[in-house]
């Protein structure tokens, strides 16, 4: 074993560089990151399929920023937010177009579970079970039950 982890150790020390390490030639020295952001640009989306639609523009030079975007809001809205900021903070102006729609209430149902009724019958009752039920009765009964049903069981 030792010897494995010594001809590890001889490789890996005869694959190191041997001398000071230096950058590739061909590098450019890095841009001097001091000045000043100059750019302006603008795209939008328009789907159809998918009801996106949403827009956006900016310009900016130093410090002096402006712009504005735009998206279809999901109740029919159109909402455009024009903003600057001079270095000093952002100053945004909000506007709606449109009056909203909404679509019709969703009410949530309870769902009930259904006391099951045992009633004595003369030939034994074999339900399949579709979960674990724990069943405690508190009356002898004289033939074996299970029960099958999907939904979860009150025993009273």
């Not at 560089?17 to 328009?46: C, H, M, T, W």
């Not at 679509?103 to 979960?131: D, E, N, S």
Request: hydrophobic fraction near 45%; aromatic fraction near 8%; charge should be negative.
């Amino acid at each position: 074993m030792k010897a494995v982890l010594a001809a590890a150790l001889l490789s890996v020390a005869a694959g190191a560089p041997a001398g000071p390490l230096v950058a590739a030639p061909g590098y450019a020295a890095s841009p001097d990151l001091a000045e000043p952001p100059v750019y302006n640009y603008q795209y939008g989306v328009s789907d159809d399929y998918s009801g996106a639609n949403f827009q956006q523009a900016e310009t900016r030079d130093g410090y002096a920023t402006s712009g504005s975007y735009t998206v279809a809001l999901p109740d029919g809205r159109i909402q455009t937010v024009k903003y600057t900021d001079n270095g000093d903070g952002v100053i945004q102006d909000v506007t709606y177009e449109g009056v909203p729609q909404y679509g019709p209430a969703v009410v949530k149902t309870a769902v009930v579970a259904h006391p099951v009724a045992h009633h004595a019958l003369a030939h034994p009752v074999v339900h399949a079970v579709a979960h674990p039920v724990a069943v405690a009765h508190p009356v002898a009964i004289g033939h074996p039950v299970a029960h099958a049903i999907g939904h979860p069981v009150f025993h009273g």
